[in-house]
C-alpha cells in the first residue's frame, strides 16, 4: 500500500502511455466515439501527473490557500485521501464509459468534469494564489476541453443524445462531484493522519505566502469542519 500511495500517480502516467499506444497502433480501426472517450481517459491521468508530481504543487495549493489549514502537510488533503479520490475518479468515473460507449449520459459525467475543471483550475484557483497557472491546467487546456468539445460536436452530430441524457450526465456529473470530491474529502481528512506530503508537493504556494502567520487566525474553512453530534 506504501508502494501505491506513493507512485500511484506515476503508475497512471504509465497507464495513459500504454493507452495511448493502442490509440496509435489501432487508430483506423477503433470507433470514434471509442477514441474519444480513451483520450478522456488519458487526460484524466495526465491531469493527476500534473497535480501531484510534476510540478506537483496542487496540495499546498489546495491546503494552504484555498482551505487554509494548521497543518497543510497534512489537511485537509493528506496522500491516503488524495490517492483514494483520484483513483476511483479516474478507473472508475472516466474508465467504465469507454467499455460502454453508447450510454451518453455515463460518459457526459466526466466530459462535464473536465469543463469544470477550467472553472477550478483556470479561474477560482488562480485567482486564490495570484497566479496564472497552477498544477491541472495545462492538462485541462490541451486534454479535457479539446477532447470534451470533440465529444459534445459527435454526440449532437450523430443525433446520439436524448433529452434525458443531458438532464442525466448533467445530475450524475454533479453527484460525482459531490460524493467524490466534497463529501470524499470530507471523510478521509484527519488533522493527525500520518500520511503526509512531500516538500515538493506543498511547492511554492506555500513558500511565497506566510501560510503559519494566517493559520494562528484562521481556521479549516468550515465546509471541511467536521460535524458535531
Known amino acids: 500500500m506504501n508502494f501505491l500511495r506513493s507512485y500511484w500517480q506515476d503508475l497512471g502516467l504509465l497507464v495513459a502511455a500504454i493507452v495511448g499506444v493502442y490509440l496509435l497502433a489501432g487508430w483506423a480501426d477503433i470507433p470514434e466515439i471509442e477514441q474519444i472517450l480513451w483520450l478522456s481517459f488519458i487526460a484524466i491521468l495526465v491531469h493527476q501527473f500534473e497535480e501531484y508530481r510534476w510540478p506537483g504543487y496542487f496540495p499546498g495549493l489546495f491546503n494552504g490557500l484555498i482551505f487554509p489549514s494548521k497543518h497543510p502537510e497534512r489537511y485537509p488533503l493528506n496522500r491516503q485521501s488524495a490517492m483514494v479520490i483520484n483513483l476511483v475518479i479516474a478507473y472508475l468515473f472516466y474508465l467504465v464509459p469507454v467499455f460502454f460507449p453508447t450510454v451518453v449520459w455515463l460518459a457526459l459525467g466526466p466530459i462535464f468534469m473536465g469543463f469544470f475543471q477550467f472553472v477550478w483550475h483556470g479561474i477560482f484557483a488562480n485567482r486564490k494564489a495570484g497566479t496564472l ?15 470534451g468539445g470533440w465529444y459534445i460536436q459527435h454526440i449532437v452530430a450523430n443525433n446520439m443524445a436524448t433529452v434525458l441524457d443531458w ?63
Open 167 to 229: 438532464i442525466v450526465g448533467t445530475l450524475y456529473f454533479a453527484v460525482a462531484v459531490y460524493i467524490l470530491i466534497v463529501k470524499g474529502n470530507m471523510w478521509l481528512k484527519d488533522e493527525k493522519s500520518p500520511y503526509a506530503f512531500s516538500r515538493q508537493q506543498l511547492g511554492p504556494i506555500l513558500r511565497n505566502h506566510d501560510w503559519r502567520k494566517r493559520s494562528r487566525s484562521a481556521t479549516v474553512a468550515p465546509f471541511f469542519q467536521a460535524r458535531r453530534s
Open 133 to 147: 497557472y497552477n498544477p491541472g491546467l495545462f492538462a485541462v487546456i490541451v486534454f479535457h476541453i479539446p477532447v
